[in-house]
């Protein structure tokens, strides 16, 4: 691994900044975080891995590698291997040889993938580490302070682009939930007023309709609505 000159780290750091800043999805972000870096650290694989709120495991979730043996590599729980400790100690680690290294978990796939020195930083933001992000080197390899940093910066950026897109997804679907809502209350005093329904009785109306018809009850409600619209414009 080379250390790539100063303008081609900035140059890296802008790309994905531009990237964060757009309207891409998540997965094109991670994607091409993974990308950059790997070409800005010389590195063999580059992968990028998020810790599953739900399930405590620490997942692959984007990775430049076309090995399918690596991508599919069996999830990590938090302590457990390089990554693991990395996340639970919010600190990077370099491993001189992961094949040697007793703590990494899979040496026999970094064997057969040709893997040697590994560089693992946490994704952090505002004191929460959410992942990490992994280099890897053909041959044995020092990383240097240089190094270490730009991929730290790197790392931080990823972490503030998965943390606000997530933010963003959560308020979308609170957005949604709260619409849905409305509209099938509006639906049930339509019911309750032109069919002389109880305020239970409309409800469980507009949710067989929805069984029946494979719908969801909002747009079961909104068929509702724009039925009593049109015959009032009669």
Request: glycine content about 4%; aromatic content about 4%.
């Amino acid at each position: 691994m080379n250390e790539k000159s100063y303008e081609e780290q900035i140059k890296a750091l802008t790309k994905i900044s531009k990237a964060i800043a757009s309207e891409t999805y998540l997965e094109d972000i991670l994607r091409l975080i993974v990308a950059v870096t790997a070409q800005v650290m010389g590195s063999n694989i580059c992968s990028l891995m998020l810790v599953d709120e739900k399930t405590g495991e620490i997942k692959i979730r984007a990775t430049q590698s076309i090995s399918e043996e690596y991508n599919k590599k069996p999830p990590l729980k938090t302590g457990e291997g390089i990554v693991g400790k990395v996340i639970k100690e919010n600190t990077p680690i370099t491993v001189k040889d992961v094949t040697q290294e007793k703590e990494y978990r899979n040496r026999d796939i970094a064997k057969r993938e040709g893997l040697c020195s590994l560089l693992c930083v946490p994704l952090s933001v505002k004191g929460k580490v959410i992942g990490a992000l992994n280099c890897y080197t053909q041959s044995s390899h020092d990383f240097t302070e240089s190094e270490i940093n730009i991929l730290t910066s790197i790392a931080n950026q990823a972490a503030v682009a998965i943390e606000n897109t997530e933010l963003m997804v959560r308020s979308r679907v609170i957005e949604e939930e709260l619409e849905s809502r409305k509209k099938i209350e509006r639906a049930k005093g339509v019911l309750m007023k032109n069919e002389g329904l109880s305020e239970g009785e409309a409800y469980h109306k507009i949710q067989k309709y929805a069984m029946d018809k494979r719908k969801t009850m909002r747009e079961i409600a909104e068929a509702i609505l724009l039925s009593a619209e049109l015959k009032n414009k009669k």
